[in-house]
Structure formats: structure tokens, C-alpha cells
């Protein structure tokens, strides 16, 4: 069974930092893995789709990075800004039409 | 550019009673799901359809009926409303579940049973 962990589950930083989101996956047979961005009370905001075959994707200021061969990807974001404040959520998809999401990481960007 | 739309974005039922929740997209999309999102449980897969006239049951289908008579539209009924079925609920959508195809998702509708 898929399991997917992301870690910190919530990270404060001043603006202006470069950061680090951690996700980890259990079963590395997965074909793809996306991240997600969803602001509180509102829908999820897919921010980039990573294929297996590829090691990272890049969109502005973020970019995603993927080792299937030890479980992982990265969200890599440049010079945080408060607007960056949401949580963000990596999933994969499975066999059965599921996609296993992380519990995400609450990320709070201060002035 | 409406993308995946669900209605309503609120709702408030008593126990015992039934609805549905709307969920359509104008992207000619085959794959759609719903999920619920609850503290501490994550987003769970509910019901999903690979195309009109397919659906299947995701780990959580009790309580929960769907249809897809239409490429669009995958409402979600709730047959007899419980507290337990208090969340969250999304519905997402992609050209196809595989491969390099992201998924979009709806702003939600959030249920409350009393």
C-alpha cells in the first residue's frame, strides 16, 4: 500500500528565504508525482506535475525535483514571499485510480 | 476557463436526510473522482469515473452514490445523510488518470450533518 509522508508538517519562515518541502513515497513504481498548493478554506492548485522518467520540472520560482529510486521529491521554492503562504500537498497515483496524498506542509511566509 | 466547477459551495443537512453535490468540467476530461478531506485524515478517494457510463468505488464509497451519464457532469449523491459524512468534498478531474496528466480540482463544497 502507497504511503506518502511530508515533512515538516508546517515550517515558518521570514521572506525572502529559499526553501525546502519534503515529500517521501513508499512504493517508488509510480508514474508520475505532483505538487499542490491549496490556501485555506479553498480548492487544491496543482503547481507542477513531475513524469517518473524526468528528475525535475520547473515553473518561476519553484522547482521539483524526483529520485524515485529512494522515494523522494523536493518542492524547492526561491525567495518566499507571504502571498507563498498555503499549504502544500505532493500526491501520487496508484494503481486503483487513486491519487495518495501527503498530510502536506503548512508554510507560513512573514513579512 | 471554468475548469472543474462544484456546487454548492456550502451546505447544511440534518441527519437522516438526502442531496447532491454538482461537479462539472469543461475541459472534455475522461477521468473524474470525488474525494473528502478531513482533519487529520487527508483527502480520501470517494467514487471515480474513467468515462461516461463508468464508475467504481474508491476506499471510502459507503454512504455515497454516483452516475456519469455525461462526459461533464459526476454528481455525488448522498443517500441518508450521517454526522460522519461532515467534510469537505472535492471533486477533480484530468484527460486521463495515467501518465502525464495532472489533475484539477474543484474549490470544494463544505458539508455539515447535524
Known amino acids: 500500500k502507497q504511503e506518502v509522508t511530508q515533512i515538516p508538517a508546517a515550517l515558518s519562515v521570514p521572506e525572502g528565504e529559499n526553501l525546502v518541502l519534503n515529500c517521501s513515497f513508499t512504493d517508488s513504481a509510480i508514474y508520475n508525482l505532483q505538487w499542490f498548493r491549496q490556501d485555506p478554506g479553498k480548492g487544491l492548485t496543482s503547481l507542477l506535475l513531475?513524469?517518473?522518467?524526468?528528475r525535475e520540472q520547473t515553473s518561476g520560482r519553484l522547482n521539483a525535483s524526483l529520485d524515485k529510486s529512494s522515494g523522494r521529491s523536493t518542492l524547492y521554492i526561491a525567495a518566499s514571499q507571504p502571498g507563498d503562504s498555503a499549504t502544500y500537498l505532493c500526491a501520487v497515483p496508484g494503481s486503483n485510480y487513486k491519487l495518495t496524498f501527503g498530510k502536506g506542509t503548512l508554510l507560513t511566509v512573514n513579512p | 476557463n471554468a475548469g472543474v466547477t462544484q456546487t454548492p459551495k456550502f451546505q447544511v443537512l440534518k441527519t437522516g436526510q438526502s442531496m447532491t453535490l454538482q461537479c462539472a468540467q469543461d475541459m472534455n476530461h475522461e477521468y473524474m473522482s470525488w474525494y473528502r478531506q478531513d482533519p487529520g485524515m487527508g483527502l480520501r478517494l470517494i467514487h471515480y469515473?474513467?468515462?461516461?457510463?463508468?464508475?467504481d468505488q474508491g476506499e471510502v464509497p459507503n454512504g455515497y452514490n454516483v452516475s456519469r451519464s455525461t462526459t461533464e457532469d459526476f454528481p455525488l449523491r448522498l443517500l441518508s445523510a450521517a454526522p460522519s459524512q461532515t467534510s469537505v468534498y472535492f471533486c477533480?478531474?484530468?484527460?486521463?488518470?495515467?501518465?502525464?496528466?495532472?489533475?484539477?480540482f474543484g474549490d470544494g463544497t463544505r458539508l455539515s450533518i447535524l
Open positions: 469515473s474513467v468515462g461516461a457510463g463508468i464508475t
Open positions: 477533480a478531474s484530468s484527460y486521463s488518470f495515467a501518465a502525464s496528466q495532472p489533475q484539477h
Open positions: 513531475i513524469q517518473s522518467s524526468q
